[in-house]
T-cell receptor
């Protein structure tokens, strides 16, 4: 399977709720990264998983957590949603080289709105 | 810490004009990688090019060209004979060294090509 697929495409949640975003990585890509992109800004690194273990984390609180599964799928979980969590969440996968050579393959993202 | 600055937030040109997108980066690492990504309205980030810190050779790919200059910490991107389909947000990004596989993005430049 080629490309990265994210679901859902859009989501509206209430402050304080929990949300799970899903990503299906490109086949053979053992590394998956999640990014948060606020409106009008560049993406911010949340964390990365390599072979189902967290392999790096950006400046995000512990209420942002993730999972990576053996079938190249992954999840981003956010607890206790805040209004500032409203953003486009992007999933990116790469092969073992970490995107150094071919770059990362990004999905189209999930647009999360917290009200 | 790594940092990427794209001073041009928005550029508007008429079709067939040439346009250069500026990118300035900061890093203390001697080994690093620079990228350009394109984000069309659909949201996904499309990989355009990667450069490592040891390769200052400029590159041309069709209407696209890149100018990497370590002396000024710049990695500029030029589109020759712009087309309406080039309209998108373009991001410069940096990774490598102590940042591992984390991509640090600039704020992006919105390019509008008018017919």
């Amino acid at each position: 399977e080629t490309g990265v697929t994210q679901s859902p495409t859009h989501l509206i949640k209430t402050r304080g709720q929990q949300v799970t975003l899903r990503c299906s990585s490109q086949s053979g890509h053992n590394t998956v990264s999640w990014y948060q992109q606020a409106l009008g800004q560049g993406p911010q690194f949340i964390f990365q998983y390599y072979r189902e273990e967290e392999n790096g984390r950006g400046n995000f609180p512990p209420r942002f957590s993730g999972l990576q599964f053996p079938n190249y799928s992954s999840e981003l979980n956010v607890n206790a949603l805040e209004l500032d969590d409203s953003a486009l969440y992007l999933c990116a996968s790469s092969d073992d080289r970490g995107g150094y050579y071919g770059g990362y393959t990004f999905g189209s993202g999930t647009r999360l709105t917290v009200v | 810490a790594q940092k990427v600055t794209q001073a041009q937030t928005e550029i508007s040109v008429v079709e067939k004009e040439d346009v250069t997108l500026d990118c300035v980066y900061e890093t203390r690492d001697t080994t690093y990688y620079l990228f350009w990504y394109k984000q069309p309205p659909s949201g996904e980030l499309v990989f355009l090019i990667r450069r490592n810190s040891f390769d200052e050779q400029n590159e041309i790919s069709g209407r696209y060209s890149w100018n990497f200059q370590k002396s000024t910490s710049s990695f500029n991107f030029t589109i020759t004979a712009s087309q309406v389909v080039d309209s998108a947000v373009y991001f410069c990004a940096l990774t490598g060294g102590r940042a591992g596989n984390m991509l640090t993005f600039g704020g992006g430049t919105r390019l509008m090509v008018k017919p």
